[in-house]
Structure formats: C-alpha cells, structure tokens
C-alpha cells in the first residue's frame, strides 16, 4: 500500500513563493503517475500538475501553467516538490497529493489510485 504526505503548506501572502512536499512509502517504486490536485472552498477538485514518474510530459492546469512546477527531491527519490510562484488569493485551498501505479497521467480524479490527506494552502491579499 502506497502512502501520500504532503507537506510544506500554510498561510501566505499574494505573490510571494511556496513549496509544497509530498513524499511516498509503501511501494513507491511501483508508481507510474504522480501530481497534485486542489480543491478551493466551494469548488470541485481540480488537477494542477501530473507527470510521469518515469519520464515525460509533464502538464499543468492552464491557470497555473506559468506559476506552478514539479520537481523531483534532489535528495530523496520518493519525494515530489510542486514549486508555487507568485500566489494568488485563487490558490487558496487544499491540496493534494495523488499517484498512481498505472497510466493516463492526467486530470480525472479517478485515474489515481492514492491520495494524501491534503494540506491547506491560504493566501490573503
């Protein structure tokens, strides 16, 4: 069984930077997808970022396209970094972090076996 923790979350404040952090146990090694979705108060969850765990595109949501990257650990081969620039009070919501042993890496929720809890992302203006 593949467990999911994010990290990194918080309160921030428009336009500054923040990193978020999820890192894999279990069977990581047997994870072909892996990204991020978000859900904002009152809104559906959305994906944000997906990549392939073995090489690929990687894709972003259009709204964050510019403002969003996935970076592997430098460090910790089982741990994924979404890198967020320039926030804005649109990013405010929960977070998650998704992945999946099998293919399409892409922006149905059901097409991720595991999930994290979530974190809060708040951003104020």
């Known amino acids: 069984q593949v467990r999911l923790m994010e990290s990194g979350g918080g309160s921030v404040q428009a336009g500054e930077s923040l990193r978020l952090s999820c890192t894999a146990s279990g069977y990581p090694s047997n994870l072909f997808c892996m990204g991020w979705f978000r859900q904002a108060p009152g809104k559906e969850r959305e994906v944000v970022a997906s990549t392939y765990t073995r090489g690929g595109v990687t894709a972003y949501a259009a709204s964050v396209k510019d403002r969003f990257s996935i970076k592997s650990s430098s460090n910790d081969e089982n741990t994924m970094h979404l890198h967020i620039s320039n926030l804005d009070v649109e990013d405010t919501g929960m977070y998650y972090c998704?992945?999946?042993?099998?293919?399409?890496?892409?922006?149905?929720?059901?097409?991720?076996?595991?999930w994290g809890q979530g974190i809060q992302v708040t951003v104020s203006s």
């Open positions: 998704v992945s999946s042993p099998t293919g399409p890496c892409n922006s149905d929720p059901q097409s991720y076996r595991y």
